[in-house]
């Protein structure tokens, strides 16, 4: 019996960790803090197999978030946000104007950066944010636009960014 | 196509190219999350036993406490007064209404004590709280309290640890959806969802036992 659990587990996490380790850095913007981040789910989904196994990556989804936004929480008195708008220069050489969406996406507070990386990465509906997120699809919209309004001049550095 | 939508589509293509040559070891990714997931189980496992345990002897503590009182002796004397009484002769002892209504067999012909006063009603507390963003809470009644954010509503309820084991494995009473806490100080939470799309599992990190 833990040998089948153990083999659906193994192929869940071949069909879907390139997927979750993905979203773990654009959320945490660090590989190690992914790794930890994906690897504190997996183990979540793990001991929860037998009740979850019907969807078992809604589960892994919604984990990660709620992991990602409690430890963000639990930091957030002791880290500010960069804001990139305010401290980068708007002029200067290529390399200065270079400015990866990691760290774009390091001047928006957790909430708003899950809703970019669900809306806009995943292509996750409204509805469907919504509800991974356990907040409303009002709250869903205003986040998305006012993370993208944020991000908006950043992106236009990143336009004028040599390949 | 308005101005968000570009943006948004750009960010899109930004987020998809900056993640595209991202590969993790996916091997390791299992083996160490198998680990952790054994490790997690095992300890609500242990949770679980050593509650049963708790459980069992803390009914025997209280049979051993009670059976002198509550039963006459079996030579039909009266059983002998302790030399340490645990509560108090005199003018104020007083007995819990429902004693002091219902008088046992070995009360009988005895002066009846009086019931203790009722004492002040006192605002409900509970020993937890839920604090999660976006979240609000009613007052607590009853040992539960609803919580809800909206969109989805869950109702948080203080148990006695000896119901624990029933929540946890007893098919009545265990719900797939519902989350239940470890004992901490003689009691349980439950987290059980009311409406909405919540995740209870998700929602306990939230819960805080004070």
């Known amino acids: ?163 | 196509m308005t101005e968000h939508d570009r943006g948004a589509e750009e960010l899109g293509t930004l987020l998809r190219d900056r993640v595209r040559d991202f590969h993790p070891d996916l091997a390791a990714l299992t083996a160490s999350a198998i680990r952790a997931g054994g490790r997690i189980r095992y300890r609500r496992r242990l949770t679980v036993a050593s509650t049963t345990l708790g459980g069992v002897a803390a009914a025997a503590v209280l049979a051993v406490q009670l059976a002198p009182t509550s039963s006459p002796s079996p030579d039909g004397f009266a059983a002998a007064p302790s030399p340490h009484p645990s509560t108090p002769a005199g003018p104020s002892r007083c007995l819990p209404p429902l004693q002091a209504q219902v008088p046992g067999p070995a009360q009988v012909g005895r002066q009846t004590p009086s019931p203790c006063p009722t004492p002040p009603a006192a605002p409900q507390t509970v020993p937890v709280t839920f604090d999660a963003p976006g979240w609000t809470c009613d007052t607590p009644a009853d040992d539960k309290f609803t919580c809800g954010d909206g969109a989805s509503t869950v109702l948080v309820t203080v148990r006695p640890a000896k119901f624990h084991s029933d929540y946890l494995n007893n098919s009545d009473k265990a719900d797939p959806t519902q989350f239940v806490s470890g004992i901490h100080d003689g009691s349980f939470a439950t987290i059980q969802l009311v409406g909405g799309n919540a995740s209870t599992d998700h929602l306990a990190e939230y819960l805080t036992w004070n």
């Open chain 1, 1 to 163: 019996m833990r040998a089948q659990l153990v083999e659906d587990f193994t192929a869940f996490v071949h069909g879907t960790g390139a997927q979750l380790e993905r979203a773990a850095l654009l959320l945490t913007g660090d590989h190690h803090l992914a790794e930890d981040l994906t690897q504190a789910t997996y183990a979540k989904v793990y001991a929860a197999w037998r009740r979850i196994s019907d969807d078992p990556l809604a589960y892994a989804r919604k984990t990660l978030l709620h992991t990602y936004i409690s430890h963000r929480r639990l930091r957030r008195n002791s880290e500010q946000p960069v804001d990139w708008t305010e401290d980068r220069p708007a002029t200067g050489s290529d390399a200065e104007l270079r400015i990866d969406v990691l760290d774009a996406l390091a001047t928006l507070r957790a909430l708003d950066r899950a809703v970019i990386v669900l809306r806009y990465w995943e292509d996750r509906s409204v509805a469907d944010t919504a509800i991974d997120l356990d907040i409303s699809e009002d709250a869903v919209r205003t986040r998305a636009r006012r993370a993208l309004q944020k991000l908006r001049p950043i992106l236009a550095n990143s336009e004028r960014t040599p390949s």
